[in-house]
């Protein structure tokens, strides 16, 4: 901190993270640090998979593909800074480097957000108007909308940064928490907060409700042409195609409602953090995993690659 008058200026904070359970440091840091590894390679063996195999070159998962690449950022916001404090005496991050670490969490998140809603019209369209799908998600739809999504999350967050950087903190540093996020920064704040607060409601409404309403605007046009199919085959099959989404779907909203409402009243508590893990290292594990399990079309791309490089 550094002293000016009679007034203080914090230079850094201090990430409390899991110190509170010492007795378990050990088994958090090593399954975190699994965890870690595990996204990132499945995450990253997923981004390469669909960009080697031209079987996989469609718009499904060219936005899988994108999925993968946010997830990868996503979870190197957060877990290398929790990973390295867990062993640390005095747990700091730089006022600069919490700025940053949030900016690019945000940036995100609410990338995938949009890009979420985007794949569901890529399955609205499939199922819809399976006839006119290649027409309608041609390759450059696809890339704008991909484009839109980071364009949307990246201004959405540089909102966020030009208001935080108004912010002025003199008091208490202490962030009960193993990342820097909004609630925490505005309530160590000394100074009024309201604007970034109607800033960040209306954030959440347009990326948070529009978006979940235009996923249930799809899915209703959705259900009624599968309920159309008189084939049972045919309507499982076209159900099958979109259970992986609608699974990611349902993982990522619930987990930010949970993490948003506790977060609403500071979200500093044991409950609230490790829904915070759940939300910002499971959930970059689980979309990979979620996406491959049933996908016959990947594990055929995984044999065939495997076949390659036996034969090479």
Same mark, same amino acid.
Not at 114 to 133: E, G, H, K, V
Not at 277 to 300: A, D, G, Q, W
């Given at each position: ?19 509170? =359970? ?6 958090? =840091? ?14 990253? $063996? ?6 080697? +195999? ?11 593909? !994108?999925?993968?690449?946010? +997830? /990868? ?12 404090? =867990? ?20 940036? #995100?998140? %609410?990338?995938?957000?949009?890009? #979420?809603?985007?794949?569901?019209? +890529? ?23 991909? %484009? ?16 935080? %950087?108004?912010?002025?903190?003199? *008091? ?8 820097? +996020? ?12 309201? /604007? ?10 347009? =990326?948070?409700?529009? !978006?979940?309403?235009?996923? #249930? ?33 349902? %993982? ?9 409402? $506790?977060?609403?009243? *500071? ?46």
């Amino acid at each position: 901190m550094i002293a000016r008058g009679n007034s203080t200026k914090i230079t850094q904070f201090i990430l409390l993270g899991f110190s509170d =359970f010492p007795r378990i440091i050990t088994l958090l =840091f090593v399954t975190f640090l699994l965890i870690y590894i595990t996204t990132l390679t499945w995450n990253l $063996s997923l981004v390469v998979l669909i960009r080697m +195999d031209s079987h996989l070159h469609s718009p499904m998962y060219f936005f899988l593909c !994108n999925l993968s690449i946010i +997830d /990868f950022c996503y979870v190197s916001c957060t877990v290398p800074k929790m990973l390295s404090n =867990f062993f640390q005496g005095k747990q700091t991050i730089s006022f600069v480097g919490c700025i940053v670490q949030y900016f690019f969490s945000a940036t #995100m998140v %609410l990338s995938e957000s949009c890009l #979420m809603t985007a794949m569901a019209y +890529d399955r609205y369209a499939a199922i819809c108007n399976p006839l006119l799908y290649s027409s309608i998600m041609s390759p450059t739809l696809c890339v704008l909308m991909v %484009l839109a999504s980071y364009m949307s999350g990246l201004t959405a967050s540089l909102l966020q940064l030009f208001a935080l %950087l108004h912010l002025h903190f003199c *008091g208490p540093n202490v962030i009960r928490h193993f990342l820097c +996020d909004m609630p925490q920064l505005r309530l160590l704040s000394c100074t009024d907060t309201f /604007f970034i607060q109607v800033l960040t409601a209306i954030l959440t409404m347009i =990326f948070g409700f529009v !978006n979940v309403l235009a996923i #249930m605007i799809s899915y209703g046009y959705i259900i009624l042409s599968i309920l159309k199919i008189t084939s049972s085959k045919g309507r499982f099959k076209a159900l099958n195609t979109c259970t992986s989404h609608l699974t990611a779907v349902s %993982l990522f909203y619930t987990s930010s409602i949970f993490v948003y409402l $506790s977060s609403s009243s *500071g979200g500093s508590s044991s409950l609230d953090r490790f829904a915070s893990v759940f939300y910002t290292v499971v959930i970059p594990i689980l979309n990979p995993l979620i996406y491959s399990l049933r996908n016959k079309e990947i594990k055929e791309s995984m044999k065939r690659l495997q076949k390659k490089t036996t034969c090479s």
